[in-house]
Structures are given as C-alpha cells and as structure tokens.
C-alpha cells in the first residue's frame, strides 16, 4: 500500500487508513527502545523523500537490527501499510 497516484481521493484514502493503523498501534510501537514518536509522511529514502507515504516511526538513533531483540525491532509494513523508521535525533521541549 505505497504510492500515490495524483487523485486526491487515493491521497485521502491512504491517510485515512494509515491513520487508522497509526491509533491502532502508536502505544505499542512507542513502548520499543529508542521510539520518541509516531506519525504520518512521506517515506525518505537517501535523506529525500519519496511520493510513498507512510506510518514514520521516528527514533532517536538508527540501531542496526543485529543490536536489537526480536521484540524490539520495527516491522517494514503493518497491517499492509508501510512503515519507515526515520532518526530524528533526542527531542526536548522548547
């Protein structure tokens, strides 16, 4: 479930769903080691995003997957939307 054509109707179609899984499955995926928060956007590939959009995942380091439990790793789609683990670094309130 990646890609958007240019059909504002797919574009809403596809955030609504991602939305729907993001409410799901934002507790669970914030409880893992290094989850500061979840949300929707594009996929970034190469430091550029991608007309893919996604649930982002965002850490605040990139592990490599050898370093984490089975339990603690983040799935590459759930419930058939892609997910995209992006390292924002620590977050801290302003």
Same mark, same amino acid.
């Given at each position: 479930?990646?890609?958007?054509?240019?059909?504002?109707?797919?574009?809403?179609?596809?955030?609504?769903?991602?939305?729907?899984?993001?409410? %799901?499955?934002?507790?669970?995926? +914030?409880?893992?080691?290094?989850?500061? @928060? /979840?949300? *929707?956007?594009?996929?970034?590939? =190469?430091?550029?995003?991608?007309?893919?959009?996604?649930?982002?995942?965002?850490?605040?380091?990139?592990?490599?997957?050898? %370093?984490?439990?089975?339990?603690? +790793?983040?799935?590459?789609?759930?419930? @058939? /939307?892609? *997910?995209?683990?992006?390292?924002? =670094?620590?977050?801290?309130?302003?």
């Amino acid at each position: 479930m990646s890609g958007l054509s240019d059909e504002p109707s797919d574009f809403q179609a596809l955030s609504e769903r991602i939305m729907a899984v993001k409410r %799901l499955h934002e507790d669970e995926l +914030l409880r893992k080691p290094n989850v500061v @928060g /979840v949300g *929707v956007g594009y996929r970034r590939t =190469g430091g550029q995003a991608t007309r893919d959009l996604a649930l982002v995942v965002m850490v605040s380091s990139k592990l490599p997957a050898a %370093l984490l439990g089975e339990r603690d +790793l983040i799935p590459s789609s759930i419930e @058939g /939307v892609l *997910v995209d683990v992006q390292e924002v =670094g620590k977050l801290a309130a302003q």
